[in-house]
């Protein structure tokens, strides 16, 4: 099945870490991705992991993937007002070649 | 680079009208675009994966005859919502593959487009 599940609400404030989690079932995915949806706005890709891997870093952005749990994280360093958004896992379902995404985290940064 | 862009943004027409969105590929070709929809405080739901040349393929549950999208160029995809009702509103985000790696960090990564909200009155 593809159901893809996170948490709804994160509050935070600005400097601290932001951990956003997602749990998948489907485990026959070769990607997964978290983007970032700001307002009336598109999605935009903020970083990916190939499913053969534990963990990525990429600048103030750290995923790690436990994929015995189907367990996804991102974790943004230094969390700042500009990053407030509604933040999307997704994976990519290998031979259907399309993206089930998770149900969103509205992150809130406070001053 | 690697820009989606959609047209119109916006839009509000009258109950039993269509409506026709535009999703394009700006400095990519893309073999395959996807069309998603977006109930407000919820997930983007895929409607249909439309592939250049061929007809679209429907997610279970999205009618067809309702929401048409055709494919016509490797840049260019339009999804037409057909005698709109008030339940048609929402946010319509189309993407786009980059199928040959110009602007792709991961393989199968797609582009979105900015969206076009549809209000039916």
Redesign the interface.
């Known amino acids: 099945g593809e159901d893809v599940e996170q948490s709804l609400f994160l509050s935070v404030r600005e400097g601290d870490s932001s951990v956003i989690n997602c749990t998948y079932t489907d485990s026959s995915s070769t990607y997964l991705y978290w983007y970032k949806q700001e307002p009336g706005a598109g999605l935009q890709l903020l970083t990916y992991i190939f499913s053969n891997m534990d963990m990525k870093q990429d600048q103030r952005l750290t995923v790690l993937l436990n994929k015995k749990d189907k367990h996804l994280s991102l974790r943004i360093a230094d969390t700042q007002t500009g990053d407030s958004a509604i933040y999307f896992c997704a994976e990519d379902i290998l031979g259907f070649q399309k993206l089930v995404f998770g149900t969103g985290t509205r992150l809130l940064v406070s001053p | 680079g690697a820009v989606?862009s959609?047209h119109p943004s916006w839009v509000i027409c009258k109950s039993g009208t269509s409506v026709k969105i535009e999703c394009r590929s700006l400095d990519f070709q893309a073999t395959?675009m996807?069309w998603y929809r977006q109930f407000p405080?919820?997930?983007?739901?895929?409607m249909a994966?439309s592939n250049e040349g061929s007809k679209a393929t429907y997610e279970q549950g999205v009618e067809k005859d309702k929401f048409l999208i055709n494919h016509a160029s490797l840049t260019l995809s339009t999804l037409t919502v057909t005698s709109a009702h008030p339940e048609d509103s929402s946010?319509y985000?189309c993407?786009a593959r980059d199928p040959w790696g110009v602007y792709r960090?991961?393989?199968?990564?797609?582009?979105?487009?900015?969206?076009t909200?549809l209000t039916v009155l």
């Open positions: 989606v959609q395959t996807f405080k919820q997930s983007l739901m895929l994966t946010f985000i993407s960090e991961a393989t199968n990564e797609q582009f979105f487009g900015p969206g909200r």
